[in-house]
């Protein structure tokens, strides 16, 4: 699942990226605190992407949904964007929970192997 979510961060930060330049010209946002801001997000979703592996990525990834649904506030698009990513992200989330509840009632009803 982790890939899953992972993908979900590439792309989130591929589509931060592109929305910079939409924060320029139609939001009149100053080049430069558009780029600080889009940058520093869409390099936080990168690293992490990187932290997945650890309990904190799956926290720090939900508190970055929050955020970029916050970008909406600049961008409207965002708004949508980060609703859209943000259901994946959760959902992906909610998933992950199921399987691992799953494997645990399977492993714990499996007969011991020899």
């Known amino acids: 699942m982790r890939s899953v979510l992972s ?3 590439v792309f989130e930060a591929i589509i931060i990226g592109l929305a910079i330049p939409v924060a320029i010209t139609l939001g009149e946002v100053p080049s430069a605190l558009a780029g600080a801001v889009g940058g520093a997000a ?3 979703c990168l690293v992490v992407t990187g932290l997945l592996r650890f309990p904190v990525g799956k926290v720090l990834g939900s508190v970055l949904q929050v955020v970029v649904f916050g970008l909406g506030f600049v961008v ?9 990513f943000g259901v994946m992200w959760f959902g992906f989330l909610v998933l992950d929970r199921r399987i691992a ?14």
Do not use: C, R, Y
Request: no cysteine; net charge negative; proline share 10%.
């Open 42 to 44: 869409a390099v936080t």
């Open 101 to 114: 509840a799953s494997k645990a009632a399977h492993d714990q009803s499996a007969p011991p192997a020899d």
């Open 7 to 9: 993908a979900i961060l």
């Open 76 to 84: 409207p698009l965002m708004f949508v964007l980060g609703v859209i």
